[in-house]
C-alpha cells in the first residue's frame, strides 16, 4: 500500500490525505464513461441502421426538448432530496431504465432506437455532471489542476474499456445484454457515489456562506444575468456544442456513406471510440496536467477551439473519411480531457451554493439546448437550401472563430471573478488625506479657531500651517493674545509666513511676553518688518541677557548684513557659545533654531555641523530641525551621523528626505558603503524611499543582492512606497527577477535550517529563541518575495494574495493560488507556486535543494554558521538554543561567546553555559 | 518583598516579555530592543502602583504577583504573571482612569511609554507585534 501511494505521488502531484477521495474519483468516472461507451456504439449503430444519419438532428432537437423537461425535474428534486439520495437515486432509476430497455428491443420497434439515442444523451449528461459536481464540492483551484488530470484519466480510461468490451463480446452475448453489462457497472458506481458524497455533505453545508446573502434565494437565469463569468462560459459551452453537432452530423453522413452494413459500422465504431480514448488518454496524461500548470487556463481554452477549426479546414477541403475521423477524434478526445478539465476549473471562483444551482442549467439544459438549435440549423440548411458537408464545415469555421474570441473574454472575467472573491476579504492598506482647503473646510476651521476649546484651536492652527489660510487672517489676530503661549507663538509664525508687515503694531506688544517660545519669534517678526532704528533695537536685543532673544537678534542681523559682513555675526555666535554663565544646551538648541531662519545659503549654517555632532541629543534634535529647514549640503553626512541614534534617527530621516534628488548620489554611496553598520543603511534606503526618482530606484535596486535581510528588507519596502506612490517611476525588472529568484534561493536554505533545528531539537521547542526567530525569518523572507514580486506586477494584486495566503484558510489560499497561477509569468510561475503551495516543509525543502543544489548540512555545523553571521540577535538565539537545548557539542561557541564586544551577547553565552554545567 | 532582579540577564528578561500577552506576537528580535528599555521594579503587597489622576506614562508587565486594577473602588480585573496593565495610557495617553494595587509582593518590569513609542517608531516590526498583541488583549475581553 505504501509503494502504491508512493508510485501514485512520483506519477503525479498529489498529497497524502488526498490519494483515497482520488483514487475513488478515479474509479467513479472510470465506471461512468466504461458504462457509457458500452450504451453509445450499440445506440449510434442501431440509429444509423433504423432511421440513418439524415434523422440525426431530430434526435438532437428531441434531445434538448427532453432535457429541459429532465433539468426542471432534477432541480425540484434537489429541493426535496438530500444531494447524496438524488445521487444514488439517478442511478438507479438508470439501471431499471436499461432492464426495461433491454426487454423493449425485443419487440423490434424503430422508434425505439431514437428514444434509446435520447435517452443515453440524457444517461452520459446526468451522469457525468453529477460527477463533475461532486469533484467541484471536493475539491479547491489549486487540487483540480494538479488532480483533475489524474481523474479525468479514468474516464478515457473507461472509453477505452467500455469500447473494448464492446467490440468483444458483443457478438457473442447479443446487443441487448450489452445493457445488462452497463446496468452491472451502474451498481458499482452507486456504491462509489455515496460514499463520495456522505463524505462532502459537511463541506457543502459550510460553503452555502460563501455567496452573499441576496444571492441565495435569486433564480438561476438571475444569477446567470448578473455574472459576466456565467454568461461567458454559457456562450462558450453553446458554440462549442453547436460546432460538435455539426460534426458528429457530417462524420454519420460519411459513416453511413462509407460503410454498408450495420455489422461493419459497428466494428468501426468500436474502433473508432478506442482510438478516441486512447487520444484522449494520451493527451490527457501527457497534456492536460502540464499545459494547465504551465500555461494556464487562457491557453488551455483556446486549444479545443483551435484543433476543430484547422480540422474544419480539412474537412472543408477535403471531405472525406479520414478528414472527418480525424476531426472527430479532435473534437472526442480534447473535450473529454484537456477542455473538460479547463471548463470545470472555470467554474471554481463561482461560489459553491450557486455554482451547485447554476451547472446543472449550463452543463446540462444549455448543451442540449444548443445541441437542438444545432439540429434545427441542420434541418434548415439541408432541407430548405441544400447545403451539404463542406458548407457544415464552412459554418462551423465562422462559429468557431467567434468561440476563440470570447475565450479571451471569459479567461478575463475568470481572473475578474477570482480577485473578486479575495477583495471581498480585502483591508484597505492606506487612505491618502486631501490637504486642500476647500470652502467648507474653511468656515469649520474659522469655527474652530474661535473656540472657547484651546485644543481645538491648536488643531485648527496645525492644519493651517501646512496650507494657504488668507482667508483666515481676521480669524487669526485675536489669537495672538490668547493665554495660552503656543497659540500666540504659532500665530505670530503664521503671520511671518505670510510675510505681511500689516501685524507689526500687533506682534510689537509681544515683545515683552514673559514666554521664550512667544518672546523669539516676535523679536524675528519686528526684525524683519520694523521700520524703526533697527541698529539702536537690534542692540538692546543682542545684549540681552535673555539667550533667546540674543539668538533671535542674531537672525535678524544676519538675514539684514551682507554675506562678506557676516563674521560679525559669527563673532556675536561665539560669544554665545563661550558663555559659560549661559545653559550650553539652551544656547545651542535656541541658536539652532534661529540659524533655520537665517536666510540660505549662508555660511552662518555651517555653525549646524558641530551641533549636529553635539553630544546632548536634544541639541542633535535641534540641530536636525534646523538643517531640515536650510538643507546646506554641508550637513548631509553630519544628519547620516543621525541616523544611527534611535533618539534622532526619525527626524535625520525626516531631514534627509527633505533635500530630495540633490542627495541622491550622497546616499546611494552610503548605501552601498559597507563600513556603514546594517541600522544605518537601512535608514538611508528608507531615506532614499521618499524621494520619488528613478536614480533612486536604481541604487535601491543595485544595493538588493546584500547578505542581510534587514537592509534588504528596508530597500525592497522602500522601493514599494515609491513604487506604490509614484507607479510612473520606471523599475527594471529585469535584475528584480534575479533578485528574486535569489530570495527564494534565500527562503528554501532557511526553511531548511528550520528543518534541520526541528528534527534535532525536540526539547523546548516553543521555549526556543532560535527557532521563533528563524520562523519569523521565514515569514519575513516570504514576504519579501512577494514585495518584490509587487514591484513586477500589479502590486493590488499580490497583495490580496500574499494577504490570502498568510491568514491560512484554505479557501482563500487556493483562491490566491489560482491568482498567481494566472497572473505571474512562466519564468517565475512554478518558482512562486512551489513555495505558496500546501505541499510539506520537507516536500518544498527537498525541492529547494535540488532547484538550487542547496547542500543538505548537519546541524552543529548550520548552527556554527549561523553564529558566525554579523547579527547580534542570531548569536543570541544560537547561545541560547545551545544552552536550553544543551547541546554540548557547541559548547566552545558558547564558551566563545564570553569575549564578545557585546554585553548581551556575553551574559548570553555565560547563560547557556550555566545551563550547560547543570547536565 | 520578593528578591531584587529575578532577570539578572538580557535574555532571561527577553524570555519573560517574549510571554507577556501584549508582546506575544513581536518577532523575537525586536524584543531586545523593548528589553533595553524595561526596568524591573519591586512592588510590595498593598503598595499602589497609580491611582486615578495619575499621569499615564508606564506600561507593565507581571513577572511575579498579582496586581489588583479597579475604577472608584469597583475591581475591573487582576493582571497576573505574564499579564500586561496600564495599556489604555498606552493608547490614549491620558491621565490614569484606574487604580493599580499589588495584592501580593511582585515584580514588574516598567516600559515607559514615550521610549516604547521611540521604539514603535523606529522599528515597525515592534508596532506590528504591539498591534497583534493589543487585538489579543481585546479579543480576550470580548
Same mark, same amino acid.
Given at each position: ?13 498529489? /498529497?497524502?490525505?488526498? +490519494? ?22 450499440? /445506440? ?16 438532437? =432537437?428531441?434531445?434538448?426538448?427532453? +432535457? ?8 425540484? $428534486? ?62 479547491? *483551484? ?30 457473442? =452475448? ?12 451502474? =451498481? ?9 458524497? !456522505? ?25 446567470? $444575468?448578473? !455574472? @459576466? ?5 454559457? %456562450? ?100 473529454? !480531457? ?141 489669537? &495672538? ?65 535673555d539667550i533667546r532673544v540674543r539668538c533671535a537678534a542674531i537672525v535678524c542681523v544676519a538675514n539684514s548684513t551682507p554675506k562678506e559682513e557676516l563674521g560679525k555675526v559669527q563673532e556675536y555666535i561665539d560669544n554665545l557659545l563661550s558663555d559659560k554663565n549661559a545653559d550650553?544646551?539652551?544656547? @545651542?538648541?535656541?541658536? *539652532? ?10 555660511? &552662518? ?41 534611535? @533618539? ?33 543603511? !537601512?535608514?538611508? *534606503? ?66 531548511? %535550517? ?32 512577494? /514585495? ?12 490580496q494574495a500574499y494577504h490570502a495566503i498568510t491568514q491560512g484558510e484554505k479557501t482563500l489560499r487556493a483562491n490566491a493560488y489560482e491568482l498567481l497561477d494566472n497572473v505571474l509569468d512562466i519564468d517565475l510561475k512554478e518558482l512562486i507556486l512551489q513555495i505558496v503551495d ?40 544560537? $547561545?541560547?538554543?545551545?544552552? +536550553? ?23 548570553? *553565552? ?9 547536565v | 518583598m520578593p528578591d531584587a532582579k529575578i532577570f539578572p540577564t538580557t535574555i532571561e528578561k527577553i524570555l519573560f516579555i517574549k510571554k507577556v500577552d501584549i508582546f506575544s506576537e513581536a518577532i523575537p528580535e525586536s524584543l531586545l530592543h523593548v528589553a533595553s528599555i ?32 479597579? #475604577? ?55 508596532? #506590528? ?9 481585546? #479579543?480576550?475581553?470580548?
Amino acid at each position: 500500500m505504501i509503494r502504491a501511494k508512493s508510485l501514485l505521488r512520483k506519477v503525479i502531484d498529489i /498529497r497524502d490525505d488526498e +490519494i483515497g477521495t482520488s483514487i475513488l474519483m478515479f474509479f467513479y468516472f472510470f465506471a461512468i464513461i466504461a458504462s457509457y461507451y458500452i450504451l453509445k456504439p450499440v /445506440r449510434n449503430s442501431l440509429f444509423l441502421e433504423q432511421l440513418g444519419a439524415k434523422n440525426l438532428p431530430w434526435v438532437y =432537437i428531441g434531445t434538448a426538448s427532453i +432535457i429541459g423537461f429532465v433539468v426542471f425535474l432534477y432541480n425540484n $428534486l434537489s429541493k426535496y432530496f438530500d444531494k447524496r439520495y438524488l445521487v444514488s437515486g439517478t442511478i438507479i432509476f438508470f439501471l431499471l431504465n436499461l432492464i426495461l430497455f433491454r426487454e423493449l428491443f425485443k419487440l423490434n420497434v424503430d422508434w425505439f432506437s431514437a428514444l434509446f439515442y435520447i435517452w443515453v444523451s440524457v444517461y452520459s449528461v446526468l451522469l457525468i455532471s453529477q460527477f463533475w459536481m461532486t469533484a467541484n464540492v471536493i475539491y479547491s *483551484a489549486p487540487q483540480a489542476k494538479r488532480l483533475f488530470g489524474f481523474i479525468g484519466s479514468g474516464g478515457i480510461l473507461g472509453g477505452i474499456t467500455g469500447g473494448g468490451i464492446t467490440n468483444s463480446i458483443a457478438t457473442s =452475448i447479443g446487443t441487448e445484454n450489452l445493457l445488462l453489462v452497463s446496468a452491472g457497472i451502474l =451498481i458499482f458506481i452507486v456504491f462509489i457515489a455515496d460514499r463520495l458524497n !456522505s463524505k462532502t455533505r459537511i463541506t457543502q453545508v459550510d460553503s452555502t456562506a460563501d455567496s452573499k446573502p441576496d444571492q441565495q434565494d435569486e433564480s438561476v437565469s438571475k444569477i446567470i $444575468l448578473k !455574472s @459576466k463569468h456565467l454568461q461567458l462560459i454559457g %456562450i462558450i459551452i453553446t458554440l462549442n456544442i453547436m460546432v460538435s453537432s455539426f460534426i458528429d452530423y457530417e462524420f454519420n453522413l460519411i459513416i453511413e456513406k462509407s460503410f454498408s452494413t450495420i455489422d461493419e459500422r459497428t466494428a468501426f465504431f468500436g474502433s473508432f471510440f478506442a482510438l478516441m480514448n486512447v487520444t484522449s488518454l494520451i493527451i490527457q496524461v501527457f497534456l492536460t496536467s502540464m499545459v494547465l500548470k504551465r500555461y494556464g487556463i487562457g491557453i488551455s481554452l483556446i486549444i479545443l477551439p483551435l484543433g476543430l477549426l484547422i480540422g474544419s479546414f480539412g474537412m472543408f477541403i477535403y471531405p472525406v473519411l479520414l478528414s472527418a475521423i480525424l476531426l472527430k477524434i479532435t473534437d472526442g478526445s480534447l473535450k473529454y !480531457s484537456l477542455d473538460n478539465s479547463t471548463r470545470e476549473i472555470m467554474y471554481l471562483p463561482i461560489p459553491l451554493n450557486l455554482k451547485l444551482k447554476v451547472k446543472p442549467l449550463l452543463d446540462i439544459f444549455l448543451q442540449r439546448f444548443a445541441r437542438g438549435i444545432a439540429g434545427i440549423i441542420i434541418i434548415v440548411s439541408t432541407t430548405f437550401f441544400g447545403l451539404g458537408i463542406v458548407h457544415m464545415a464552412g459554418i462551423s469555421i465562422l462559429i468557431i472563430l467567434l468561440w476563440i474570441f470570447t475565450t479571451f473574454g471569459l479567461k478575463k472575467e475568470y481572473l475578474n471573478s477570482v480577485r473578486d472573491l479575495l477583495r471581498s476579504r480585502e483591508i484597505l492598506p492606506e487612505h491618502a488625506l486631501s490637504r486642500t482647503i476647500d470652502a467648507s473646510t474653511s468656515q469649520m476651521l474659522s469655527e474652530a479657531l474661535k473656540s472657547q476649546d484651546n485644543d481645538t484651536i491648536l488643531y485648527a492652527l496645525k492644519m493651517l500651517e501646512s496650507t494657504s489660510f488668507k482667508s483666515l487672517v481676521p480669524t487669526l489676530k485675536p489669537l &495672538l493674545t490668547n493665554k495660552l503661549p503656543e497659540i500666540r507663538q504659532r500665530t505670530i509664525k503664521l503671520f511671518s509666513k505670510i510675510g505681511d508687515p500689516s501685524f507689526l503694531p500687533d506682534i510689537e506688544k509681544l515683545l515683552s511676553d514673559e514666554n521664550y517660545g512667544v518672546l523669539s519669534d516676535a523679536i524675528q517678526y519686528v526684525c524683519m518688518y520694523s521700520d524703526k532704528d533697527k541698529e539702536i533695537q537690534l542692540s538692546s536685543f543682542l545684549n540681552s541677557p535673555d539667550i533667546r532673544v540674543r539668538c533671535a537678534a542674531i537672525v535678524c542681523v544676519a538675514n539684514s548684513t551682507p554675506k562678506e559682513e557676516l563674521g560679525k555675526v559669527q563673532e556675536y555666535i561665539d560669544n554665545l557659545l563661550s558663555d559659560k554663565n549661559a545653559d550650553q544646551t539652551l544656547v @545651542k538648541t535656541e541658536l *539652532a533654531r534661529s540659524l533655520s531662519s537665517v536666510k540660505s545659503p549662508s555660511p &552662518l549654517h555651517d555653525n549646524l555641523i558641530n551641533l549636529l555632532q553635539d553630544k546632548d541629543s536634544i541639541v542633535r534634535i535641534a540641530a536636525i530641525k534646523a538643517s531640515q529647514k536650510v538643507q546646506a549640503e554641508s550637513l548631509v553626512p553630519y544628519l547620516i551621523e543621525n541616523l544611527t541614534d534611535k @533618539k534622532t534617527v526619525t527626524l535625520a530621516r525626516n531631514a534627509l528626505a527633505k533635500y530630495g534628488k540633490r542627495i541622491i548620489t550622497l546616499l546611494s554611496n552610503a548605501l552601498s558603503d559597507e563600513s556603514q553598520n546594517i541600522d544605518t543603511r !537601512s535608514a538611508i *534606503a528608507r531615506v532614499l524611499g521618499k524621494i520619488p526618482e528613478e536614480m533612486a530606484v536604481k541604487y535601491l535596486i543595485s544595493n538588493l543582492g546584500h547578505d542581510s535581510p534587514y537592509l534588504r528588507y528596508n530597500i525592497i519596502k522602500s522601493l514599494n512606497k515609491l513604487h506604490n506612490r509614484n507607479p510612473e517611476l520606471n523599475i527594471e525588472t529585469g535584475s528584480l527577477k534575479k533578485f528574486l529568484i535569489e530570495e527564494v534561493r534565500r527562503y528554501y536554505e532557511l526553511l531548511g %535550517i528550520i528543518m534541520e533545528n526541528n528534527e534535532v531539537e525536540k526539547k523546548n521547542q516553543t521555549d526556543d529563541l532560535l527557532f521563533t526567530t528563524l520562523q519569523s525569518r521565514l515569514e519575513y523572507s516570504f514576504e519579501r518575495i512577494f /514585495r518584490i514580486l509587487a514591484l513586477i506586477y500589479d502590486p493590488s494584486d499580490i497583495y490580496q494574495a500574499y494577504h490570502a495566503i498568510t491568514q491560512g484558510e484554505k479557501t482563500l489560499r487556493a483562491n490566491a493560488y489560482e491568482l498567481l497561477d494566472n497572473v505571474l509569468d512562466i519564468d517565475l510561475k512554478e518558482l512562486i507556486l512551489q513555495i505558496v503551495d500546501d505541499t510539506s516543509s520537507k516536500r518544498k525543502v527537498e525541492i529547494g535543494r535540488a532547484r538550487f543544489g542547496i547542500e543538505k548540512k548537519p546541524f552543529v555545523q548550520l548552527i556554527t554558521e549561523l553564529y558566525k553571521e554579523p547579527d547580534i540577535w542570531l548569536k543570541i538565539a544560537v $547561545l541560547h538554543t545551545i544552552g +536550553i537545548n544543551k547541546i554540548n557539542e557547541l559548547k566552545l561557541l558558547a564558551e566563545n561567546g564570553l569575549f564578545s564586544e557585546n554585553n548581551v551577547i556575553r551574559e548570553t *553565552a555565560e547563560y547557556s553555559l550555566k545551563l550547560l554545567r547543570a547536565v | 518583598m520578593p528578591d531584587a532582579k529575578i532577570f539578572p540577564t538580557t535574555i532571561e528578561k527577553i524570555l519573560f516579555i517574549k510571554k507577556v500577552d501584549i508582546f506575544s506576537e513581536a518577532i523575537p528580535e525586536s524584543l531586545l530592543h523593548v528589553a533595553s528599555i524595561a526596568n524591573e521594579i519591586s512592588v510590595a503587597k498593598g503598595e499602589i502602583i497609580f491611582t486615578e489622576g495619575d499621569p499615564s506614562v508606564y506600561l507593565y508587565l507581571v513577572a511575579l504577583g498579582k496586581i489588583r486594577i479597579s #475604577r472608584e473602588e469597583r475591581e475591573i480585573f487582576h493582571a497576573v504573571q505574564n499579564e500586561s496593565f496600564g495599556l489604555v495610557g498606552l493608547v490614549e495617553e491620558r491621565q490614569r482612569a484606574t487604580h493599580a494595587m499589588a495584592l501580593s509582593d511582585s515584580t514588574l518590569l516598567r516600559v515607559g511609554h514615550s521610549d516604547l513609542f521611540d521604539l514603535m517608531e523606529d522599528y515597525p516590526a515592534i508596532t #506590528r507585534g504591539v498591534l497583534r498583541g493589543i487585538s489579543k488583549v481585546l #479579543r480576550k475581553l470580548l
